[in-house]
């Protein structure tokens, strides 16, 4: 560890003892993952080892709005009980001055081999897209997810092939037929989005694989990319930056989606077929894994980057954002025929659950509690009957028979309006009510809906115009998490700088 470790770490260890977590509160979520404090993104390293779960996550701990970026870090067995370690990744080498950028693990018999992009911005006049910047893929080793090794650049800036601009990123590793793999997002000098592709025999020395495009043009920036394996098929994920909006589609300034192909690396992929993961207004940059039962689990950032709309705990309570719940991923036949994944709650959540549930009888309910698990089943097959669901008097799913529409008034929305899908029918939807964060699954996960939204008081009022439908709340309890050291502790008076 050198000096500027020790100094960011400092500087971190107080701004999380500063963090307010008290009864005035009120945003600050019972089962999704925040941070501390400051401004939290991407999901990063997702992996299970030594039969822990480790979710670390790119954060900002200094600033409420983005700032510097380190990795934040969460381990739990059972997505119930988590303990947080600290920040063990901060931008104090030359070659990740400017940021520890997001990036993955993949796990062996030897422990944890991490991988990240090096956020370096060169001093000058630069546009830092297509000079300027510096993007080196750094690998940090650990055999036990707490003690780190000394980190080490494996591809150099310089390496990466000509016809890109400054923007490579985020690297996603895996073994195959026992050769490593590994994708980074990229962008081309002429602004169209690719994966580039790597491999090696020892995750140390890399060599230019080859490339993914689409058959058309299709965005200026491919972040995030994944390529995994899932029921016989193989799917390939990515965040493209610049694509038209349509009324059903491409609905936020920023996508994530991904699309299904039989082909285990493909050169080119179809853009038409690329289907969203989340129809929401905060998704973005997901991220998956396998764990040791063979569940290939996604956890997505429940935010959005240049959004229009504010987030209502800024101010407030100095934090910003949060992680979807995990989400078990299965291919399936969708509605209208075509192969799709499909999302569901990781069921471990469901031990959450406070007692059997509550049946719904009424065209209003008010909860005491924050966090419920809404089921809600349709006595038809398929139906295509009309309905709408209100959660706390602000925030509207319906469905009309052709098409789903989620709507928030400005006073839960904060600048989030209206996001609509086209579906045939609706056989049920789950839906999981925390304190700012609403996820609904339309047909077991065949269309995943994801918002943050704002309420005046304690408490959720939920409102049903729903004449074929079976309902159970459920209450929730909240997620527990265990501190190493005083964070949420240190007195007003200290806090002070």
């Known amino acids: 560890m050198n000096q500027e470790y020790e100094r960011i770490q400092q500087m971190i260890m107080k701004a999380e003892g500063c963090a307010y977590n008290d009864d005035a509160c ?14 939290m993104n991407d999901p990063n390293g997702l992996c299970q080892c030594n039969g822990e779960y480790h979710i670390f996550f790119q954060y900002s701990p200094l600033e ?30 030359n070659f ?11 796990v062996d018999e030897n422990g944890m081999h991490i991988f990240y992009t090096g956020n370096v911005k060169l001093e000058g006049k630069y ?3 297509y000079s300027g910047r510096r993007a080196d893929t750094v690998l940090v080793e650990s ?4 003690n780190f090794s000394k980190k080490q650049v494996v591809i150099d800036t310089d390496e990466y092939p000509e016809g890109y601009s400054c923007h490579i990123r985020d690297p996603k590793v895996w073994e195959e037929d026992g050769t490593y793999y590994m994708v980074l997002g990229g962008r081309t000098s002429d602004d169209n989005g690719r ?15 080859g490339e993914i495009s689409s058959k058309k043009p299709f965005a200026y920036m491919w972040e995030c990319p994944d390529c995994f394996g899932l029921d016989g098929d193989y799917v390939v994920s990515f965040s493209p930056q610049g694509l038209e909006s349509g009324k059903y589609k491409f609905q936020n300034i920023y996508q994530s989606g991904y699309v299904v192909t039989n082909e285990k690396m493909p050169s080119v992929i179809d853009e038409e077929t690329f289907y969203e993961w989340d129809m929401g207004f905060d998704f973005y940059a997901p991220q998956t894994f396998l764990d040791r039962t063979g569940r290939r689990i996604l956890i997505g950032w429940a935010g959005m980057p240049d959004a229009r709309y504010t987030n209502g705990e800024v101010d407030e309570e100095n934090w910003q954002h949060c992680l979807t719940v995990p989400r078990e991923l299965h291919v399936d036949a969708a509605g209208n025929g075509e192969k799709k994944v499909f999302q569901r709650p990781i069921r471990e959540i469901e031990s959450l659950r406070i007692g059997d549930g509550l ?14 698990d809404i089921v809600c089943n349709f006595k038809k097959e398929k139906s295509t009957e009309p309905f709408s669901i209100t959660i706390a008097d602000g925030v509207t799913f319906s469905f009309t028979g052709e098409e789903i529409e989620l709507s928030l008034d400005e006073g839960c929305g904060r600048g989030r309006s209206v996001r609509r899908s086209h579906i045939s029918c609706v056989k049920s939807i789950r839906i999981l009510v925390d304190s700012s964060i609403i996820e609904y699954y339309i047909n077991d996960g065949e269309q995943v809906f994801t918002t943050r939204y704002y309420k005046k008081d ?36 200290q806090c002070v700088s």
Request: some cysteine; hydrophobic content about 30%.
């Open 359 to 372: 049946r719904v009888k009424w065209e209003r309910l008010s909860c005491e509690r924050d966090c419920l």
């Open 127 to 129: 546009d830092y897209t």
């Open 458 to 493: 304690r408490g959720t009022v939920l409102s049903f115009n729903t004449n074929d439908a079976d309902i159970i709340v459920y209450p929730m309890k909240e997620i527990g998490i265990e501190y190493p050291y005083n964070v949420f502790g240190v007195e007003d008076n």
């Open 64 to 93: 409420v709005n983005g700032g510097m970026k380190v990795w934040g870090h969460y381990v739990t067995k059972n997505f119930v009980d988590y303990e947080y370690l600290g920040a063990p990744f901060v931008p104090d080498e």
């Open 195 to 209: 994966i580039l592709v790597y491999s090696s025999s020892d995750m140390h020395k890399w060599a230019l694989h």
């Open 96 to 106: 990740d001055k400017d940021g520890v950028y997001s990036g993955s693990t993949y």
């Open 26 to 39: 009120m945003y600050r979520n019972g089962f999704h993952l925040m941070p501390p404090t400051g401004w």
């Open 143 to 146: 055999k036990d997810g707490r």
